[in-house]
């Protein structure tokens, strides 16, 4: 397996720990943190990068030392650095350093203090109760460190739906009168969500505990206390829920949305105004100047209101502190869906219950995207079936009051980037979604060379899921995103953000990148049945987490607007 972006950011990640730890200077420190970050966003492997010839010294916060190390880690695997840092550090120090709240600082107390050089032996020292006798490991701390060690992870991750469905059940089932809220990654609306993290407010959390415990779908306890609670459901999905008291209401729900690297870039801001952030509060000295509500503890560190979609640390706290976030895209903007199936192809129903129900949810238009002939699975059209549904299309329009039905297909994009059906088909339609079904593993000079080929046909509108990840299932079909993006922008074709929540396609680093390009998105339900129309917010959720505004999204447009973009 090549070396991923992901591998040398947690690379990087532990380094900076450990130099931490080493009382390296914070600078260098910071060098590594912020490359981490960096190459965690790339739209781009950086492996392919290489290949390409790329100077990697180009990238922001990549100086040319560090690029010399990154194509040093692809070409080795191996990050020296750190190899060398964890063979000067005793026992598995450098191991410990990367568990929650512990901190290179917290570490190297418990060597100094303790002896503890493992992992058994921290494990050992917070069974006998020991840590307790060293300053600044209160009981909050040693139940974090105490749920780390005694319950790793599976590293399943689940998909919104699923876990949407266990937040909504139990939330309802815990519901006491007090404030309950599900933070973490759910909040921040990632694709995917690795545990949730429920706040509750209650003057006695002991009951709110004692529920949860009682739970039906709980298949296992794992912690049961007074502050915090975790079960695992039947499903496997981990819940920790934390009783906060109000006044630290806003700090917790700050803390425990994370993301973990938004929170150590707070708390740095926190520590230049020589106040401290925890997810208690926000203190000068041992006064508590704010926590009640997010809003406060933002206002008091300079900042706007970040919406938690772009908690990632990718650069929304200096656009917070000039107050230039951007305004994010929401459900209200959106005025139709332009990736519509029905029952003429592989969708459930007629074309005039998907109209009314997309008029229902008070949209202008749909475009019906109905499959093409080569996918014979779904029944695909020919030209002349196209032809006779957009007769059905008019009788429909002419019945319905108050949407109109674009007449579209989803087009089948052939090996070589030749369409599945003749340009004089095409033409005639008002809305041309082109999209990848088959060849997943061709090479990436010819999947790119597909994808760009179907992009300059002037009848293509929109690329249809562009990267073929089925979340969980499929990996993306490998592509050079970077020239994707910049040949639509250039050829006025858009591209989709697909929201069925096993697609996500485009995702929102590749959302993002596509909006710094100037590019521009269609968010689309790719609905096959009514109920599935209502999957667009997970698309929009996407695109908030891309920073797109309604500006970069196509189907914020009146009718008229769109019809004019859609005209090449
Ligand atoms: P997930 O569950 O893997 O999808 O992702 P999150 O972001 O929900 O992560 P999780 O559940 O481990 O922790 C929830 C939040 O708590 C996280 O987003 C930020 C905060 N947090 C957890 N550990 C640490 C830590 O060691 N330091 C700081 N500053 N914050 C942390
Ligand atoms: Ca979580
Ligand atoms: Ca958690
Ligand atoms: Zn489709």
């Known amino acids: ?309 772009l908690r990632e640390d990718a650069g929304e706290i200096a656009l917070a502190a000039a107050h230039k976030l951007p305004r994010l895209v929401s459900a209200d903007d959106i005025r139709g869906d332009l990736h519509v199936h029905s029952d003429w192809t592989d969708g459930t129903t007629s074309i005039e219950a998907m109209a009314q129900a997309a008029h229902d949810l008070g949209y202008e238009y749909i475009a019906l995207t109905d499959h093409s002939r080569r996918v014979a699975m779904a029944h695909g059209l020919d030209p002349a079936r196209l032809a006779r549904q957009a007769k059905e299309i008019d009788r429909v329009n002419a019945t319905l009051k108050g949407i109109t039905i674009l007449k579209g297909i989803e087009v089948d994009i052939l090996k070589d980037g030749r369409l599945d059906l003749p340009d004089s088909a095409l033409a005639q339609l008002d809305v041309v979604v082109a999209s990848v079904h088959s060849y997943f593993d061709l090479p990436r000079e010819a999947q790119t060379e597909r994808l760009i080929r179907a992009m300059r046909n002037r009848n293509v509108s929109i690329i249809g899921h562009p990267t073929g990840r089925l979340i969980g299932e499929r990996e993306a079909y490998d592509i050079d995103m970077e020239r994707v993006i910049a040949t639509a922008r250039d050829e006025n074709c858009y591209l989709e953000i697909n929201a069925e929540p096993e697609r996500l396609d485009l995702n929102d680093v590749h959302a993002h990148a596509a909006r710094e390009a100037g590019a521009r998105i269609a968010i689309s339900s790719d609905a096959h049945s009514v109920d599935a129309l209502r999957c667009m917010r997970y698309g929009i959720d996407q695109a908030r987490r891309g920073w797109l505004t309604a500006a970069d999204v196509i189907n914020t447009r009146s009718l008229g607007d769109l019809r004019k973009m859609l005209r090449r």
């Open 1 to 309: 397996m090549p070396v991923q972006n992901a591998e040398i950011a947690a690379m990087f990640d532990q380094a900076a720990d450990l130099l931490e730890l080493e009382g390296e200077n914070p600078f260098r420190i910071r060098a590594y943190r912020r490359a981490a970050r960096v190459m965690e966003s790339l739209p781009q492997s950086v492996r392919s990068l290489l290949a390409e010839g790329r100077d990697l010294s180009e990238l922001p916060g990549i100086g040319e030392d560090l690029a010399g190390k990154i194509a040093d880690i692809v070409k080795t695997g191996r990050f020296r650095l750190l190899d060398a840092l964890k063979k000067k550090l005793p026992g598995q120090v450098g191991d410990m350093a990367a568990l929650p709240g512990l901190g290179p600082k917290r570490v190297k107390l418990l060597y100094d203090k303790l002896k503890i050089r493992t992992l058994d032996d921290l494990r050992a020292a917070v069974k006998a109760g020991r840590l307790a006798t060293i300053r600044g490991f209160g009981p909050t701390l040693i139940g974090k460190l105490a749920e780390a060690l005694e319950q790793p992870r599976t590293g399943k991750r689940f998909k919104l739906p699923v876990a949407e469905a266990e937040a909504e059940a139990l939330l309802s089932f815990l519901r006491d009168g007090g404030r309950l809220v599900v933070a973490g990654s759910y909040r921040r609306r990632r694709d995917t969500v690795g545990d949730l993290d429920v706040l509750a407010t209650a003057k006695d959390g002991t009951v709110v505990a004692d529920k949860l415990v009682k739970y039906e779908n709980v298949e296992k306890v794992l912690a049961h206390g007074p502050a915090r609670t975790t079960v695992v459901l039947r499903s496997g999905l981990q819940v920790d829920v934390r009783i906060v008291p109000e006044e630290s209401y806003g700090a917790a729900l700050l803390y425990f949305t994370g993301s973990k690297a938004h929170n150590i870039a707070l708390r740095n801001l926190a520590l230049d105004r020589h106040w401290k952030l925890n997810e208690y509060g926000l203190f000068s000295g041992k006064r508590r100047i704010a926590g009640a509500t997010e809003e406060e503890v933002y206002k008091k560190l300079g900042l706007s209101f970040i919406p938690p979609e």
